[in-house]
Every structure is written in structure tokens, then in C-alpha cells.
């Protein structure tokens, strides 16, 4: 059984304020949490912001943005294989051209 993930009191503040001006869907992938949580969090800040988040955690943001960065470089592989195939697809039919032309009178 895996052990559960402790965040600091900033950055839950941090995700609660980032709430105002970007999807809890955005967030949720950027951070790798699920949005119950942030749905929890949210409601704690709410009912008391000054005594929300009270104790000590770990930060894992690093594991997310290590996270993000991997998907960003999955996207951009398949990219460059989709772009490969196409510059080779393209080479073929200028080739092909050429002979059509060559070969008519």
C-alpha cells in the first residue's frame, strides 16, 4: 500500500487561488490530485481562512511538474513521428510527380 502525500499550508493556498482564474480540471492534472481534494481544501479555506491548513506537509509540485513535462515530451514525440511520416509521404508524391512528367510528351 502506498503511503499518503502531505502538502504544505502554502501550497494548498496556492491551488485555492488559482481556483479564481483557471479550471479545478487544469489544475487537478498540473499538480497530479484529485479534485475531491481540492474540492476538501476549498472548503476548508472557505469556512476559515485563517485556521485552514493547519500542520505540515510535503511539498510534491516537483513530481508534477516532472509529470507535466514528461507528457508535454509524449506530445511532442508523437508530433515529430506525424511530421516524419508526412515529409515522407510528401517525398514519395514529388517523386512520383517527376516520373509523371518525365514520362508524358
Known amino acids: 500500500m502506498g503511503s499518503r502525500r502531505c502538502f504544505t499550508r ?9 481556483l479564481g482564474t483557471r479550471s479545478i480540471a487544469e489544475i487537478c492534472r498540473e499538480y497530479d490530485i484529485h479534485q475531491n481534494i481540492v474540492n476538501r481544501w476549498k472548503r476548508e479555506y472557505e469556512s476559515d481562512p485563517e485556521k485552514a491548513f493547519v500542520g505540515h506537509g510535503k511539498l510534491w509540485k516537483d ?9 508535454v515530451i509524449g506530445r511532442q ?29
Not at 502554502?10 to 488559482?18: A, D
Not at 513530481?63 to 507528457?71: G, N, P, S, V, W
Not at 514525440?77 to 510528351?105: D, F, G, H, T, Y
Open 10 to 18: 502554502e501550497f494548498k493556498q496556492t491551488v485555492i487561488h488559482q
Open 63 to 71: 513530481d508534477a511538474l516532472i509529470a507535466q513535462c514528461e507528457r
Open 77 to 105: 514525440a508523437l508530433q515529430i513521428e506525424l511530421l516524419k511520416k508526412n515529409v515522407e509521404r510528401l517525398s514519395l508524391l514529388r517523386a512520383e510527380e517527376r516520373r509523371m512528367r518525365r514520362s508524358s510528351p
